[in-house]
């Protein structure tokens, strides 16, 4: 639900079933007690050479420190274990390059939509009550929780403490999984969660909304006023907690819209499309831009950006200030404007228009080629790997317009022609292969 995650929330929720319960379903078995796996030694050059039990005997010192007492150490220990295929699991990740429109049309299914509008009906004291006191709408708080685990039945199943210890022993994220591996701890210590209790994803997220440890001790409210900040079982607690984040954690603006789909005529300035572009509605609607069905946009100073996932041949949307606390809860551009469009879906909206005829994307070994043209022409893409990032698109927006082409941050098969021709002439004669 945060930057940590980036994409792995929605990958895993390629594997969600189409007819996942509604129901809120029980936390998974308590695990048998889990045994560790040998560290690799790798993992401890970023600890001057510690081993595995050195490293967690000084976390444990940090937890301590932070005010975790010694009876939660003690009762968490025989969770704290490494496991490999944890960090194998982290680092071969492979973030999803499918297109918007396919993503969303799985991930925003009418069910979906229906659930969340159900659930809003079942829980809408605790829905009104989290209204009126973060200013979230019901619908933005049901689109994560559908997303997120589909009210309850994905929440993963793996033990959260050996998650996060093996996160935290490997190099890649250490010092950020040592803090979420002491948060988890006082997650304990305050009553919340037993260890055996905490079972999530691979990643060390908790509960219906997929909170890492630092965010459930931050915002987690107990809703229900058991004296528990339940987010695996409560619904109250699922939703207040959730808008707590939202509002204070992402700097909602309350009373203010978050994504709308809009229709963009053809001379649109491209180099306007980008989510850095804010001008007010009454520009937008002088350049052209309508609502779907043609009616006008409002014509006042409410600052917007034109976004399109797909370039200016695939869907289009106004995306306004509150769209910026989507793409904090995960920063993949198709997971934020999926999460938009389905809590706009459940508002009430109308099913996007589907583009006129389909949106030609580059093979994935061709979208890898761009990237490193890209990086060769001294663009930072981030990691070169097929996948369509803001970075990436940001990037391929600057040499649409070096080249003339129009600047809608979508990779073509003419702009990479472009690249190629420039790249082979820039190489000096004699090392043409």
């Given at each position: 639900m945060v930057q940590t995650r980036f994409l792995i929330a929605a990958v895993a929720l390629l594997a969600c079933s189409a007819t996942a319960s509604a129901q809120f379903a029980p936390p998974p078995a308590k695990p048998v007690a889990p045994r560790t796996t040998a560290a690799s030694p790798r993992a401890a050059s970023c600890h001057n050479g510690a081993s595995f039990d050195r490293f967690l005997a000084d976390v444990k010192q940090q937890a301590v420190a932070a005010g975790v007492s010694q009876r939660t150490i003690a009762e968490a220990?025989?969770?704290?274990?490494?496991?490999?295929?944890?960090?194998?699991?982290?680092r071969g990740q492979r973030v999803f390059g499918q297109l918007f429109i396919e993503f969303a049309g799985r991930m925003a299914a009418p069910y979906r939509m229906q659930n969340g509008q159900q659930h809003i009906k079942q829980y809408a004291a605790a829905f009104a009550?989290?209204?009126?006191?973060?200013?979230?709408?019901?619908?933005?708080?049901?689109?994560?929780?559908?997303?997120?685990?589909?009210?309850?039945?994905?929440?993963?199943?793996l033990p959260t403490l050996k998650s996060l210890v093996s996160l935290a022993y490997d190099c890649r994220r250490s010092e950020?999984?040592?803090?979420?591996?002491?948060?988890a701890l006082k997650i304990i210590d305050r009553g919340d969660l037993h260890p055996d209790e905490m079972i999530g994803s691979w990643a060390g997220e908790l509960g219906q909304t997929q909170f890492l440890p630092v965010h459930y001790v931050n915002y987690a409210v107990d809703y229900d006023g058991d004296g528990r900040r339940d987010l695996l079982r409560s619904p109250a607690d699922v939703i207040g907690s959730t808008a707590n984040y939202i509002?204070?954690?992402?700097?909602?603006?309350?009373?203010?819209?978050?994504?709308?789909?809009?229709?963009?005529p053809q001379n649109l300035?491209?180099?306007?499309?980008?989510?850095?572009?804010?001008?007010p509605r009454s520009t937008w609607a002088q350049l052209?831009?309508?609502?779907?069905?043609?009616r006008p946009l409002p014509n006042d100073n409410l600052a917007a950006s034109v976004l399109l996932p797909m370039g200016r041949?695939?869907?289009?949307?106004?995306?306004?200030p509150n769209f910026a606390a989507y793409t904090e809860w995960n920063n993949s551009l198709i997971y934020s404007t999926t999460a938009g469009y389905l809590a706009s879906r459940i508002a009430g909206a109308a099913p996007m228009r589907k583009p006129s005829a389909p949106v030609a994307q580059l093979p994935f070994?061709?979208?890898?080629?761009?990237?490193?043209?890209?990086?060769?022409?001294?663009?930072?893409?981030?990691?070169?790997?097929?996948?369509?990032?803001?970075?990436?698109?940001?990037?391929?927006?600057a040499m649409q317009i070096k080249h003339g082409l129009p600047a809608d941050s979508w990779p073509t098969a003419e702009l990479l022609a472009r690249m190629r021709g420039a790249t082979a002439q820039a190489q000096p004669v004699g090392t043409l292969r």
């Open positions: 220990s025989p969770y704290l274990v490494y496991d490999q295929g944890i960090v194998n699991r982290d009550r989290a209204e009126k006191e973060y200013g979230v709408p019901p619908a933005v708080i049901a689109a994560f929780w559908g997303l997120e685990s589909d009210f309850g039945a994905n929440m993963g199943n950020m999984f040592v803090g979420e591996t002491i948060a509002a204070n954690g992402l700097k909602w603006r309350r009373g203010e819209p978050w994504l709308e789909e809009i229709k963009v300035p491209w180099d306007k499309t980008d989510l850095t572009v804010r001008e052209g831009v309508t609502y779907p069905d043609g041949n695939g869907p289009a949307f106004m995306a306004y070994n061709e979208l890898k080629e761009l990237q490193q043209l890209l990086v060769r022409a001294g663009f930072n893409v981030g990691k070169v790997d097929g996948v369509l990032g803001q970075q990436s698109r940001a990037a391929v927006k």
